[in-house]
């Protein structure tokens, strides 16, 4: 699935870095955050209104913590440090390398 979920995001993130390297930050930004909130709130609750989905309690919480440890963090250190940088990138990428390490555990 980790495979799967790489290629749908990978439109969004060439689009992304094409309008940070144009100087459209914004645009950036809210085409990744975009694609996420249609994927979390509108395609998975079109497939939970069609079909009945069983979901195991380990398979949605970690991702979930996951999830939202960084956006806490990616919050509070554009709190502090009013800029979205190469070091909160590198943070966030880190925080991906090891939610997947802990899938495969």
């Known amino acids: 699935l980790t495979i799967v979920s790489v290629g749908t995001v990978l439109p969004e993130t060439i689009e992304g870095v ?12 809210g085409s990744v955050l975009g694609g996420a909130a249609i994927n ?21 919480i970690i991702p979930s913590v996951f999830l939202l440890g960084a956006c806490g963090f990616h919050l509070i250190y554009d709190a502090l440090r009013k800029q979205t940088d190469r070091l909160l990138g590198a943070s966030l990428v880190a925080i991906y390398v090891i939610f997947i390490i802990s899938n495969f555990i």
Do not use: P
Not at 18 to 29: D, E, P, T, Y
Not at 40 to 59: C, D, G, H, T, V
């Open 40 to 60: 979390i709130l509108l395609i998975l609750s079109l497939i939970a209104m069609l079909f009945s989905l069983e979901i195991s309690y380990s398979a949605f």
């Open 18 to 29: 094409v309008a940070a390297r144009k100087g459209h930050q914004s645009l950036a930004a």
